[in-house]
């Protein structure tokens, strides 16, 4: 067996162990035992990955191994990582290992959630190791569907309207995935369903290659937060439980830029250089109208949502650049604001768990009742608004030098617009923080809160290690990244 | 006439009429200690009659009586999956008949749900179309008493009236279509006909009148009206016979008949079809948004299923038969499960079937939400479960033949489609209620019953060897 295929059989594995599970402490057990393997496993794959890099294999992908699932539509178990692949799944295995962390103090229906929690990162590892169109399909829509119980027994606020929204968004993304997918298989010849082998058939038509790009495109740009497909983020972000925030946020609006890269563009490279300009104008709408909305709002999930939006719209708007550059700081941001977004998130939550508000009008002062949880705070909203020395930086400077490498007047005209977003960003991020943390606390009852206990500086601490590692020494993960990339760029591009 | 060949390829039906003879003479030997024994009896008659019919015996089709009827191995499967079904339904069953208006005639609900599914075995290998027929009414009459079974219950009643009126209409525009054949070709044997098919007008008409008799039975939009009120009326266990084994064996036949007999007209009736597969998909799904009671909404469900279905047919391909008989097969273990559910509810909480009495269902039987959801689920073309692969392998059937535009609006039909499921998932999960259904545990053979469908939904997806069985038969078509 392929030692890829444990990082779903480890969820799979845990689920079945949270099922046997009697009390709480068991489920507890099961969750820390499942994660930290995930976390090390992931951990050791990053190095295991970069030693076979040292040693001189140059294919496309490692790890590789295939087994036949559904002959007729010549349908494989196909897995293989590139440095795309390993950055994304050392990401998951991160969130996955806080967000246990983060809900530690769950009390209602601990083992389900946990269950569907499993279910759902079953799905995110899955994704990221698959080669096979329809194997990466199914477990894309394997972590859509424990979205909706998860938010809609578990969430806040209007928890049943948004729960319902995002799936069925979402799932009406996946519905032009799979046209699309079908679309590519058929229109290569049906001969195979494994990306690699359709991207070196290249020989989808471009009038067909016109069709289909723009619809696997906006069918994963959903999932990415894409403008004008985008509102459902806000809303399920909002009502999401902390760890579903996190994993949600962090991992699974990835998913959208990871597949928008990998099957989108990767697949369908003469129509994605022809129609990448009508994409791009969404996308830098997507990053400057999140920026703006998330100056206006009065929730704290809100705003981070409403800055997902535009974090993640900076992804897909790299990709289209279609150069190394930029499809490097792609990927650096996903890594990115998958960390610090699943930090704010827990932040957001912790904090709720005490105040019980997450209307930023209620709050102030708390720097000096909950110190540590405020700091965490500023260091999140720094990497959030790209300070030097956190991950931010890297992966913004990265995207906006390669988008003004392409060199002409309308992708260094949006490149200048979407460099607007840094500004509006630290509008609103110094802003929040300025009227949350300091200034006197005007409400006597929190007076009264504590400090964060141990689990949750665990959780907290782990992303902040990730995000100022990232920050500090970007080289040899930019590096492994883009090593992965200059050949999909230079298919795209011949 | 050499007898041998009736044992020899017929062996199902064979089989089958001894199956409901026995139970029949069952019903007038055993006195009141023996008749604690019937349901056990007729199961293991049923479950021999699978285990020995489920592999086919010969690989080569053939035909007997001088081609009225065929054998041919995809028949063999096909018979065996309805047969399974019928045997889930007989367990689903038990608790419904132990009741005391109905254990008196628990032995005519075996003989009858046999005696239609003998019926459907013989319209699947027909090769004549007055064979077909009379297969055909052998399943609808007996099917009518069935609807009508709580025959003190005035909406069973009713729904039989319906079931009866509504089918009769069917078979005699059926009828009409096969004597306008008969007319332009002078023969009503399946292979003969073929031949001198060259799409005249009166052709044509025949054929259209011909769909519409088996849409009836397959309750396709415009054929539809009669589903939603028999689904509701029918005893639960009879509901879910109708929905899945009568709807499964229609749409096979219709396939069968049209890639086979209407060959020639093939671009009549993909027109056809495509009309009728997005009127069908799209108008029950958006009728069944509206549905409050589980049967009914069950009932536009399954018309919806039934469009899907026929994107399989639309293909015309041997690969869309493999499509449309797992298809079937996943259709067939998810429906059960749901209705399953529905029943063992039905029967232990007085006769609920709303949805919103099953409001905070989770709270107090959460094996039975769980089985539910999973069903659903599996309805809506959820991966990992088996639904999402069989819903998958029609759109490629159908999107292979380049009906592009008619799988983009199925597609986006089954994001509707989602939506009502998640409604059913809704109350058992999230909503809250004062007076939920109480907790209860449902007898054994229902649990043997939901088992059964909830392992074919968990791993008919994931084991692809199912698929690979039916598809090497498939292809000696």
Redesign the interface.
Known sequence: MNILSLFPAIPAAMMLGLWLSRNIRQIHAVMVTGSSLLLAFAIYLVFAYLGMRADGQTAEMLLTDSHIWYAPLNIHYAVGVDGISVAMLLLSAIIVFTGTFASWKMTDGTKEFFLWFCLLSVGVFGFFISLDLFTMFMFYEVALIPMYLLIGVWGTGRKEYSAMKLTLMLMGGSALILIGILGIYFGSGATTMNIMEIAQLHNIPLSMQRIWFPIVFIGFGVLGALFPFHTWSPDGHASAPTAVSMLHAGVLMKLGGYGCFRIAIYLLPDAAQELSWIFIILTTISVVYGAFSACVQTDLKYINAYSSVSHCGLVLFAILMLNTTAATGAVLQMLSHGLMTALFFALIGMIYGRTHTRDIRELSGLMKIMPFLSVCYVIAGLANLGLPGLSGFVAEMTIFNGAFMVHDTFHRVVTIIACTSIVITAVYILRLIGKILYGTCTNPEHLKLTDATWDERLAVIVLIVAIAGLGLSPLWMSGMISDSIVPIVSHILN | MDYSAIFSYMYTETALIGVMVAAFLYDLIAGKKGRRFFHPFVCTLMLLFIAGTIVPYHRESAEIFGGMYVYNPVFGIVKSILATGTLIVFLQADSWLRREDTEFKRGEFYVLTLSTLIGMDFMISAGHFMMFFIGMELASVPMACLVAFDKYRNNSAEAGAKYILSALFASGLMLYGISFLYGTTGTLYFDDMTAKMEGSPLQILAMVFFFSGLGFKISLVPFHLWTADTYQGAPTSVTSYLSVISKGAAAFTLMAILVKVFAPMVQYWQMLLYIIIILSITIANIFAIRQKDLKRFLAFSSISQAGYIMLAVISGTP?GM?SLIFYVLVYMVANLAAFGVISAVEQNSGGKVCMDDWNGLYRTNPKLALTMTLAL?SLAG???FAG??SK??I??AA??QGF?VL??IA??N??IS??YY?LV??AM??NKSDSPIASFRSDCSTRIGLALCLAGVLVLGIA?SV??GI?MFTFGL
């Open positions: 690969y493999t689920f959820i991966p990992p999402f692969f998958f392998f759109f490629a999107f292979e592009h799988v983009f597609l986006i089954t994001v989602l939506y998640l998932v809704k999960f999230i692809s698929y690979d598809n």
